[in-house]
């Protein structure tokens, strides 16, 4: 999808949102809450030997690559937009992790510039294998940038969950068109900026990982409550630690999961058995 030269539509609306990127979730109670769950379901997956690596594939402003660097991992922060990478490289300066982290400009959908098994931890957030052509080609991508046993815990647009989009807008025909494919394109007012996404079923995701070589490790929904119609209820304190609970109870509910906004699969590269 990157251009030399010519920025591509996926390019350019990230670069004009880099800066005020991190501004669009402060003070959102539903999106502390979504990246709590995150974070929960990351951590579990955290190498602990010395000298561990990540990669963080459309890292945006840093959020999940700067993170990973705090607990001690040496990682490469990658995405297509140039203006993203500035941001997140002047936030490792300020917070002193520029030793532990490296920054590529690149394609989530080819990882070129990383090397063959050479990551314990990848992580694509906010949906970046959403937003290419042949999320199964980054896929392949992802398992050979993986040392053997590595994992990488990817989320991506929910399926059913998509359909509020259209129901608000009582866009039956365009419902039915994207139920059946998964394709729609991101809603931004700029019509050059708008690009093509695509959503999975948690079969369709789980299957495209198994079919790379993935072994699953855990799939979940992000949130499984349907929370954007219920935004007002995490202004509580206790309210919110109480839903938090639930969905860390829940979140792997198969059939509470299809109508997540979010997708999120974890899954390991499996280690050649010793013979
Ligand atoms: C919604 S943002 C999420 C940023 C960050 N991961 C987070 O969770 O805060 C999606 C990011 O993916 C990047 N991206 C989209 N398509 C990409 C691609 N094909 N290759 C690399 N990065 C991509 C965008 O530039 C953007 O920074």
């Known amino acids: 999808m990157a251009h030399r030269g010519k920025r591509s539509r996926v390019e350019r609306y990230h670069d004009r949102v880099a800066r005020s990127y991190d501004?669009?979730?402060?003070?959102?109670?539903?999106?502390?809450?979504?990246?709590?769950?995150?974070?929960?379901?990351?951590?579990?997956?955290?190498?602990?030997?010395?000298?561990?690596?990540?990669?963080?594939?459309?890292?945006?402003?840093?959020?999940?690559?700067?993170?990973?660097?705090?607990?001690?991992?040496?990682?490469?922060?990658?995405?297509?937009?140039?203006?993203?990478?500035?941001?997140?490289?002047?936030?490792?300066?300020?917070?002193?992790?520029?030793?532990?982290?490296?920054?590529?400009?690149?394609?989530?959908?080819?990882?070129?510039?990383?090397?063959?098994?050479?990551?314990?931890?990848?992580?694509?957030?906010?949906?970046?294998?959403?937003?290419?052509?042949?999320?199964?080609?980054?896929v392949a991508a992802i398992h050979r940038v993986l040392v053997p046993g590595g994992v990488a815990v990817v989320s991506v647009d929910g399926l059913f969950g998509g359909a509020f989009f259209f129901l608000e807008r009582d866009d039956v025909d365009g419902l039915a068109s994207f139920l059946a494919s998964g394709r729609s394109q991101w809603q931004t007012d700029a019509r050059n900026e708008r690009f093509p996404t695509v959503a999975f079923s948690a079969a369709r995701l789980r299957g495209m990982f198994e079919r790379a070589g993935f072994e699953t490790q855990s799939l979940i929904g992000k949130p499984v409550l349907p929370l954007r119609r219920f935004r007002r209820l995490l202004d509580d304190r206790a309210t919110y630690a109480r839903i938090l609970s639930l969905e860390m109870r829940y979140g792997a509910e198969p059939e509470l999961m299809g109508g997540a906004a979010h997708l999120e699969i974890a899954a390991r590269k499996p280690s050649p058995t010793a013979s």
């Open 23 to 138: 501004g669009m979730y402060e003070g959102d109670r539903y999106w502390d809450l979504y990246r709590e769950i995150t974070w929960n379901h990351l951590k579990r997956y955290l190498p602990r030997h010395p000298g561990a690596t990540g990669l963080d594939a459309g890292c945006g402003t840093g959020l999940w690559g700067l993170r990973l660097a705090r607990c001690g991992l040496h990682v490469t922060l990658l995405d297509i937009s140039e203006t993203m990478l500035d941001v997140a490289r002047d936030k490792a300066r300020s917070q002193g992790l520029e030793g532990r982290c490296s920054f590529v400009k690149g394609d989530v959908a080819t990882l070129d510039g990383v090397a063959d098994g050479s990551v314990d931890l990848l992580t694509a957030q906010g949906d970046p294998l959403s937003c290419v052509e042949h999320p199964e080609r980054a």
